[in-house]
């Protein structure tokens, strides 16, 4: 049950940057026991906001309140003495140190003799796992957990540092629905032991599924609170987006031309086995499977990440010999990864040089490049995608996930790419976003593009896919009509075969 009296409360809260105005007079109040959901667009202020909560950015104006009396947050260390901890979408876990050294890595146990002791340190961490009755091996290094089990770890971290407020930034992004269900049973645990949880997400399902509370975020300015049990998904979208949110998906239907790309047996060891597709152009090919299917890496070897042991692919008829990315984009491919931050974007260099790369690569050996011409294009093409900055040599790094997304698609459109890998494209985005997103796959296939589109949001994969392959253990198991296909057809066949057996799916 909620505390009505706030734990945490934040008046009027102002950030102003350079030229630019990412929060105004914001309020947020939380309360123990309670998740107060926190939503808005990309770039709607949710980051600053947990940010200048945790003490990693001052604030320029406002004031906040802990339990009821004015605190200053001036630092990080200010934050975690107020018992506020954070874990980010992007997990600060060192892979290479064992379970229980990354949740003690800040206060250690030692020995008499100022020696670190392992023995109570493993024993610490085990217990404060089994609050949560999950059968993770403290000793065990990060490095070897699956994504669902590092989350639980980055919990556990936080709690073991007497958290009072806990700030979850998209931490449903990676997981699948059980691994869901087992972290909406910790964070009811962490109600009942009257922690106040911020959740952030830009799946609205889950806010009503987990959430108490709702405050919602727009361009920097704060938009409405209220009880979730009283508001209706329709309400929630209208208050994120300024207007009604006519449709939530977008496809046009374009003529499907003849075989842009065709795949024949092919194989990489441990990863994919014997894979036949082919792709029409201005077709959208939907990969759809679970975690670990092979749909990642099926895209990933298509552009040059994994050379293949096996087959052979064409495009346009003529013999394409995987040998690198390098290769793929010469030959017209173009991937929007999964993990953007990582292998979508140079976080370090602006949105302009960003951009721009995939030019410079296809270009590279013909010596001239006219850069006036290039930028005038670059600079129009961030424009038509919709990418909102205040400059193009704004850092990419400083951008919202949606507009880091948009600027790895502008770089495969200025590079002229013809057949584009979009692996999970939407992940993050918040719902206005995913539909400008869509209408931009539209208007690439309209263009006579060719699209083949990696999601786990089954909706999304079948409004706008024409067909779609299944996959599971590294093959195709099932192709569809799109317009033929129903979830529980795809998720049957999705499943492992050995899993079906043992569960009796027929």
């Known amino acids: 049950m909620a505390d009505d009296n706030p734990v945490l409360k934040m008046e009027r809260i102002t950030k102003e940057f350079p030229g630019v105005k990412a929060l105004e007079n914001v309020d947020l109040e939380l309360r123990s026991g309670e998740v107060h959901c926190l ?56 892979p290479t140190l064992s379970v229980a050294e990354n949740i003690f890595v800040e206060s250690r146990p030692t020995t008499r003799a100022g ?39 980055a919990i556990v971290k936080a709690l073991s540092q007497d958290s009072r407020v806990l700030i979850m930034d998209e931490p449903s992004a990676v997981l699948t629905g059980g691994e869901l269900e087992r972290l909406f049973g910790i964070i009811r645990q962490l109600k009942q032991q009257g922690a106040a949880i911020v959740y952030i997400t830009h799946r609205l399902v889950e806010a009503f599924e987990i959430g108490d509370r709702v405050t919602v975020l727009r361009d920097g300015k704060y938009v409405a609170t209220a009880e979730m049990k009283d508001v209706s998904m329709e309400q929630l979208i209208k208050w994120m987006v300024g207007r009604k949110l006519e449709e939530q998906f977008y496809k046009e239907k374009v003529r499907i031309g003849p075989t842009v790309l065709e795949v024949k047996g092919l194989t990489v060891n441990g990863k994919l086995k014997d894979i036949d597709l082919q792709l029409g152009e201005g077709e959208i090919l939907g990969i759809a499977g679970l975690v670990g299917a092979g749909r990642t890496e099926l895209l990933k070897t298509l552009f040059g990440a994994y050379r293949p042991d096996a087959g052979s692919v064409t495009i346009h008829g003529k013999p394409y010999h995987i040998t690198s990315p390098r290769g793929a984009i010469r030959h017209g491919l173009g991937l929007v990864p999964e993990d953007r931050k990582n292998e979508g974007v140079v976080l370090c260099r602006s949105i302009e040089e960003n951009i721009s790369v995939g030019v410079l690569v296809r270009r590279v050996f013909k010596f001239i490049v006219h ?6 294009r670059v600079a129009q093409l961030a424009n038509y995608v919709g990418v909102k900055c205040h400059s193009l040599q704004q850092g990419v ?22 057949i584009l890998l979009l692996d999970e494209p939407t992940r993050g985005i918040d719902v206005g976003s995913k539909l400008e997103f869509y209408k931009l796959i539209a208007a690439m296939v309209r263009e ?12 999304e994969l079948m409004a706008l896919s024409d067909r779609i392959l299944v996959m599971s253990n590294g093959q ?20 492992p075969q050995e899993l079906r057996q043992s569960l009796a799916v027929s």
């Open 448 to 459: 006579r593009k060719s699209v083949i589109l990696v999601s786990s949001e089954l909706p």
């Open 39 to 94: 939503i808005g667009e990309n770039g709607a202020g949710k980051s600053t906001l947990i940010k200048i909560m945790t003490g990693a950015l001052p604030k320029t104006g406002g004031r906040i309140l802990s339990n009821g009396k004015p605190v200053e947050i001036s630092g990080p260390q200010d934050g975690k003495a107020l018992g506020i901890r954070a874990i980010y979408q992007e997990l600060d876990l060192l």
């Open 397 to 418: 790094g400083t951008l919202s996930g949606g507009n880091q997304q948009k600027t790895v698609l502008a770089k495969w459109l200025a590079s002229e790419s013809q």
């Open 371 to 376: 850069f006036p011409k290039l930028f005038a």
């Open 115 to 153: 020696l670190i002791d392992w023995p109570e340190m493993n024993r610490r961490a085990q217990e404060l796992l089994g609050r949560f009755d999950v059968r993770i091996d403290a000793r065990a290094k990060v490095r070897q957990l699956t994504v669902a089990e590092q989350q639980i770890v």
């Open 476 to 495: 195709i198991r099932k192709e569809f009509m799109a317009d033929e296909a129903t979830q529980e057809d795809v998720l049957k066949h999705a499943i």
